[in-house]
Nanobody
């Protein structure tokens, strides 16, 4: 079992920045991949960014490319999402996810989410 706890959400004006963190604890393995997702109430969950923990490869949604950066700190078991040039459309609940093993990218574990609100 892996527990994920997000933090760093809040309210910011358009153009501002926020830094989300996801602290992982529990089973001592390196997840094959981790990711940040977001979801607005009533809408489908959207993947924002993913990182493969072995080689550090990253992929971003087109809507956040050039503005958001995903990174990992393996020594602290922490996943981070740096969000810059925030827009009102970025207002969502943000979740981190981790694979259930070191061999497959399956987003098995999820945190409870942290709210990001961007005002115009």
């Amino acid at each position: 079992q892996v527990q994920l706890v997000e933090s760093g959400g809040g309210s910011v004006q358009a153009g501002g920045s926020l830094r989300l963190s996801c602290a992982a604890s529990g089973d001592t393995y390196r997840p094959y991949c981790m990711a940040w997702f977001r979801q607005a109430e009533g809408n489908e969950r959207e993947r924002v960014a993913r990182i493969w923990t072995g080689n550090g490869a990253k992929v971003y949604a087109d809507s956040v490319k050039g503005r958001f950066t995903i990174s990992q700190d393996n020594t602290k078991n922490t996943l981070t999402l740096e969000m810059n040039s925030l827009k009102p459309d970025d207002t969502r609940m943000y979740y981190c996810a981790a694979a259930g093993s070191d061999m497959r990218c399956d987003d098995k574990y999820w945190g409870q989410g942290t709210q990001v609100t961007v005002s115009s």
